[in-house]
């Protein structure tokens, strides 16, 4: 059974930058695609990016792109989410989840997909 682990929100004023990480744990190396999803308050889970774990492949949601970037670090199996010039709209629980293929499909921006999650870990950006 695969253990998810976020780190790293925290409040910061617009403009920041914070970077998230997720640390896989349970098997040695997941292999599987990663994904990272957020929840502002009062509303649905939103997808914000993936990476392909095999070949860095990466997606990303056009609210994001240009603005976050989405890494691994395989020997420690941990995934990263570099997100620079934050807004007040990026505020919210942000969850890393895992795929459940070996590879992204067509509906990889899916909470459907990812069957495997992380607790959250809280981003609020001030105005």
């Known amino acids: 059974q695969v253990q998810l682990m976020e780190s790293g929100g925290g409040l910061v004023q617009a403009g920041a930058s914070l970077r998230l990480s997720c640390v896989v744990s349970?098997?040695?190396?997941?292999?599987?695609?990663m994904g990272w999803f957020r929840q502002a308050p009062g509303k649905s889970y939103e997808f914000v990016a993936a990476?392909?774990?095999?070949?860095?492949?990466?997606k990303y949601a056009d609210s994001v792109k240009g603005r976050f970037t989405i890494s691994r670090h395989s020997a420690k199996n941990t995934v990263y989410l570099q997100m620079n010039s934050l807004k007040p709209e990026d505020t919210g629980v942000y969850y890393c989840a895992e795929y459940d293929r070996l590879s992204l499909g067509d509906e990889y921006n899916h909470q459907s997909e990812y069957d495997s999650w992380g607790q959250g870990t809280p981003v609020t950006v001030s105005s």
């Open positions: 990476i392909n774990w095999r070949d860095d492949g990466t």
């Open positions: 349970g098997r040695t190396t997941s292999g599987y695609p």
